[in-house]
């Protein structure tokens, strides 16, 4: 039989480090159990246990959602595991590139960024869509950046920006054909944040895994198919 706590059940990608370490944490303190999802299974093993040193409220998760054998080994464990999902976080996210250009980038490096950023995202989604299907309150969080805000792209950072100006795309689309089934799908945009990726500049990486936790936690009434950060919407 499947296992059910009778808690909101939230799967994080890149949960090993960063904003995605934050975001389990905050889960788990809202209430959530939690499976922390990273492409390194011992990496994902510490983080788990340096947030439930018990392991009753977090499980590491073997996930390399850039691997389509990854992330459909992991929907079978789930399946069989917990029979459900309550709410997906695609954080995982790779090619922050503010050193190149549109002009000069090699594409095979865009290529692989989308790889990650998009498709990764996108099929993990897919993966998962039965076992969100079977929650009361479906949420899906997809972890973006205002640097993927094409209103404001001026040159910079190609494969990053394409890509998660991409990822915006996917949650319009998915925001919109889910609707009638009562899912919440949102963008979110952490900020500028000290993480490795942000350089170990910026805000503490708490308030911007607290944007995620956010749209993870939406009432029913909340908004769907929004780009936001804190709560308050970005221009797309």
Not at 111 to 127: K, M, P, Y
Not at 147 to 170: C, D, E, W
Request: charged share 20%; with cysteine; hydrophobic share 40%.
């Amino acid at each position: 039989m499947p296992v059910d706590h009778g808690r909101p059940l939230a799967l994080v990608t890149g949960a090993n480090r960063g904003i995605g370490l934050e975001v389990v944490r905050q889960l788990v303190e809202r209430g959530c159990d939690v499976l922390a999802g990273a492409r390194d299974p011992a990496a994902g093993r510490r983080a788990a246990t340096e947030i439930d040193p018990g392991g009753s409220r977090v499980s590491a998760c073997p996930l390399d959602i850039a691997d389509p054998a990854s992330i459909a080994a992991a929907a079978a464990e789930l399946t069989e595991r917990y029979g459900r999902l309550d709410i997906l976080v695609n954080n995982a996210a790779i090619s922050y590139d503010p050193s190149a250009r549109a002009i000069t980038v090699d594409l095979d490096g865009v290529h692989t960024a989308l790889e990650t950023n998009l498709f990764g995202a996108w099929r993990l989604t897919q993966a998962l869509l039965p076992l969100l299907r079977r929650s009361p309150h479906p949420r899906i969080v997809n972890v973006s950046s205002e640097g993927g805000s094409i209103s404001q792209l001026t040159g910079g950072t190609p494969a990053y920006s394409v890509s998660k100006a991409a990822l915006n795309a996917l949650t319009r689309l998915l925001a919109g054909e889910l609707r009638e089934d009562r899912f919440l799908v949102n963008a979110i945009c952490p900020g500028w944040t000290a993480t490795d990726m942000g350089g170990g500049g910026g805000r503490p990486v708490a308030a911007g895994a607290a944007s995620v936790v956010w749209a993870a936690l939406l009432p029913d009434d909340g908004p769907t198919g929004g780009f936001f950060r804190d709560g308050r919407p970005l221009p797309w």
